[in-house]
């Protein structure tokens, strides 16, 4: 009999191992099981933020906003074209009939640290009085080719080197006689910083110098102007956003003013940019400047603080 319980107890102990060996199998298994969902899921989210980093396009942080200084490029393999037409205003009617500003420009993501660019600029108007000393038909035009590299790429951070080499032509026709420079080179180097201080606005910083001609009294020399370029932009939707800059020139003149003489005028620039989908975006802008690169944003539209330059862009990004 004792026998028999004793049989009976060493079956349930058994019975009772048994069962919490298997549930400390179930609970190793279900612990294993999450642990790999866990980590699938990990994986699967890391790799969706790596493929998110290199492959996601902004429309409103593409780097092409006119005259404004930021860390912003376009994502490895992504291109974008570009093209404006702008309408300066002096307040001069002579000067103000038929003028037309046209741009055109592409960049190119080698990396997601590189960007090349390359682009034109055409400025072409019938006679008029531009000041009181340089009148006539003005030719302004220039092309550049252009690379930003992007030293700093942190969440909130990015800092970059961007340089420019330029080929400028700027004449006065006045009467039979020439007075300016034609097809001269130029350049610039800046050092774009862009801080996000919040998800939809970005702060942005560019110190530089650029190199370029100047000519005073018929008078050719070179002019270099050293500058800061503070700028921001607002994103309170995927649709739509607001940009702005000030563009300081601290050492050089950067302006023809009504006198004839040149003078430091700060160049802004505030714009909107629309969202059209499919890589498409539509600028609207107004500025006291007329360069068309990096090199020649810090120069103002003649005469000196009098003008307003309005325009219309549109770009499309194949990415």
């Known amino acids: 009999m004792r026998k028999d319980k004793a049989i009976q107890r060493q079956d349930v102990d058994c019975a009772v191992a048994r069962e919490r060996a298997s549930g400390t ?28 980093g290199t492959l996601e396009f902004d429309v409103h942080r593409d780097g092409g ?73 003005t030719t302004l035009m220039s092309y550049s080719v252009g690379a930003k590299y992007k030293l700093v790429d942190r969440p909130r951070l990015k800092i970059g080197f961007a340089g420019t080499l330029d080929r ?6 006045v009467a039979k006689k020439i007075i300016g420079v034609k097809f001269v080179p130029a ?6 910083i862009t801080w996000s201080a919040s998800s939809d606005l970005d702060l942005h910083v560019a110190p530089g ?3 370029m001609p ?4 018929a008078k050719i020399g070179a002019g270099t102007i050293v500058g800061a370029n503070l700028g921001f932009t ?12 000030y563009n300081v020139p601290i050492s050089g003149t950067n302006a023809i003013a009504s006198s004839g003489n040149f003078e430091k005028v700060a160049i802004w620039t505030v714009g909107g940019r629309t969202n059209l989908g499919k890589g498409w975006a539509l600028d609207l802008v107004a500025t006291n400047g007329f360069g068309g690169s990096a090199a020649t944003r810090i120069v103002s539209y ?12 549109v770009t499309k990004t194949f990415h």
């Open 65 to 137: 906003q006119l005259h404004l200084g930021s860390a912003y490029q376009l994502p490895k393999k992504a291109v974008s074209l570009r093209a404006g037409v702008l309408y300066p205003r002096t307040g001069v009617p002579r000067l103000d009939e038929n003028l037309t500003f046209g741009r055109i420009g592409i960049a190119w993501g080698v990396t997601d640290r590189l960007e090349l660019s390359a682009g034109g600029n055409a400025h072409l108007h019938g006679p008029g009085t531009v000041t009181n000393k340089f009148f006539g038909k």
């Open 214 to 217: 100047s000519y005073i009294d």
């Open 187 to 192: 350049g610039s180097a800046h050092i774009p």
């Open 302 to 313: 003649f005469p000196g603080s009098n003008s307003t330059v309005v325009g219309v862009g």
């Open 234 to 245: 607002y994103v309170p939707s995927p649709l739509f956003s607001l940009y702005g800059s």
């Open 25 to 52: 199998t179930a609970k190793r298994f279900a612990f294993a099981a999450l642990a790999c969902l866990y980590l699938v899921g990990g994986m699967s989210e890391s790799q969706a933020q790596q493929s998110k």
């Open 168 to 173: 400028l032509k700027w004449v006065e026709r």
């Open 209 to 211: 110098i650029s190199v």
